[in-house]
């Protein structure tokens, strides 16, 4: 069965960093496409950001310039380096890979 496990999340002040990350195992990482999503309380759960197998990303409006996702093929890991943070980005951060597997998530709290 594959498994996402997420790491890094924690307490900062607004204007910080963190930096996510997710090891998979029991897949192909290299050829699979990752993604990180959040949700916040009461919220819906919402993409962030995805990287496809070939490097390519997509990042959501509200994180553009500010997040940046990228991919270890070597490691099969998956990271998400989260730069000028704000309360809003508080949520729990989850990551994925198809078809429909998650991680259990990590919790981020931005303090203002």
């Known amino acids: 069965q594959v498994q996402l496990v997420e790491s890094g999340g924690g307490l900062v002040q607004a204007g910080g960093s963190l930096r996510l990350s997710c090891a998979a195992s029991r897949i192909i990482f290299s050829i699979n496409p990752m993604g990180w999503y959040r949700q916040a309380p009461g919220k819906q759960r919402e993409l962030v950001a995805i990287i496809t197998s070939g490097g390519s990303t997509n990042y959501a409006d509200s994180v553009k310039g500010r997040f940046t996702i990228s991919r270890d093929n070597a490691k099969n890991t998956v990271y998400l380096q989260m730069n000028s943070l704000k309360p809003e980005d508080t949520a729990v951060y989850y990551c994925?890979?198809?078809?429909?597997?998650w991680g259990r998530g990590t919790q981020v709290t931005v303090s203002s």
């Open positions: 994925y890979t198809g078809p429909g597997y």
